[in-house]
Each structure stands twice: as structure tokens, then as C-alpha cells.
């Protein structure tokens, strides 16, 4: 396509790709999995210090929703605060951790969304959204301000993922 041209509609309806990716996240992300390697490989009660914007619950996206702010930026901005999380957790893993290939699937996972998402500018998404996205990028590790468990952040993910891609990518909540 051109550059800079971007239907409304093409950033409306998800992609193909985002579908088949988030599918096969979901998959990933199943309730088994999530607790065996970010609960049960992790010391009791261990947490990672994010930031707050880091943080994306459903009632986050009900409020941005009530506030108008499309789904196509909803999904944008779900993609980088989850990938991001999937980075945090990351950084604490040594190679031989046994839920270090798991977060390396995942991390591979965005990194395949990362390709559908990048033909979005920021002026696409609405400013809130643009603006979310910039903290999330731009702050350094001093204002990483809360501590949360690792499973925690993929339970956000997973839900919040459902919330917005279950209707058009007809995920099915197993």
C-alpha cells in the first residue's frame, strides 16, 4: 500500500494476522500454563516492578472506552503494554529458568504482532492512547513504581486481550 495511507477500516477490523497471532496466544496463555511458569517456577509471592501505565486491566479499557477511543487504538495500546509486561518478566530470568522458553515464545508472539502493528504512527491512535504509549517507551527504570506478580500481568494480558479481540477474531473463551 501507499505509505501514510491508512483506511479507517483497515485499522478498525483487525487483521488477518492479529488473529491468528492472538489465537495463538491465547493458546499460550491458557490457565495451565500461566500458573505453572508464572506462578509455581517463581518464589512465593515474587513480583516485578513495572510502571503503572504498565498495568492494563479491563476496567482500564472499559473507561477508554466509555471515553471514545476506538477499538483499533485500544488493541495498539494493548499490544505494547502486554509485550512490554512480557519484557519485565524477562528481565529477571536467567537463561536456565524453566520459565525462560516460555516467555521467549510469547516474546516471539509480539514480536510477530509487533509487524502488524508497526503500520500504525502515533497519529493514527488517539492522543490518549499515542500518549500511554510514549510513557510506556519513554520513562526510565526510576519510575517503575509497582510490584506485581508475574502471572498477574498475563492474566491482564489475557484478559484484556479477550476483551478486544474476542468479537472480531472469534476467539472462542475456552
Known amino acids: ?81 502486554s509485550s512490554q509486561a512480557v519484557l519485565r518478566i524477562r528481565e529477571v530470568l536467567p537463561e536456565k529458568h524453566p520459565s525462560w522458553k516460555y516467555t521467549q515464545e510469547l516474546c516471539q508472539l509480539f514480536d510477530a504482532l509487533g509487524e502488524e502493528y508497526s503500520k500504525y504512527r502515533q497519529t493514527d491512535v488517539e492522543e490518549v492512547v499515542a500518549d500511554l504509549v510514549k510513557l510506556i517507551h519513554s520513562a ?21 486481550m479477550r476483551m478486544l479481540y474476542g468479537v472480531p477474531c472469534e476467539l472462542g473463551v475456552r
Not at 487504538?73 to 494493548?78: E, K, N, Q, S, V
Not at 526510565?140 to 489475557?158: I, Q, T
Request: with cysteine; charged share 25%; hydrophobic share 40%.
Open 1 to 81: 500500500g501507499c505509505p501514510g495511507v491508512l483506511s479507517v477500516l483497515g485499522l478498525e477490523a483487525a487483521a488477518l494476522g492479529e488473529c491468528e497471532l492472538t489465537r495463538l496466544l491465547q493458546d499460550k496463555l491458557q490457565y495451565e500454563m500461566r500458573l505453572q511458569y508464572m506462578k509455581h517456577y517463581f518464589p512465593i509471592d515474587y513480583t516485578v516492578q513495572v510502571q503503572y501505565e504498565e498495568v492494563l486491566r479491563p476496567s482500564n479499557i472499559t473507561r477508554l472506552r466509555n471515553g471514545t477511543v476506538s477499538e483499533a487504538a485500544l488493541r495498539y495500546l494493548w499490544f505494547h503494554v
Open 140 to 160: 526510565g527504570a526510576e519510575s517503575r513504581s509497582k510490584a506485581v506478580r508475574p502471572k498477574a500481568l498475563l492474566d491482564n494480558c489475557l484478559k484484556v
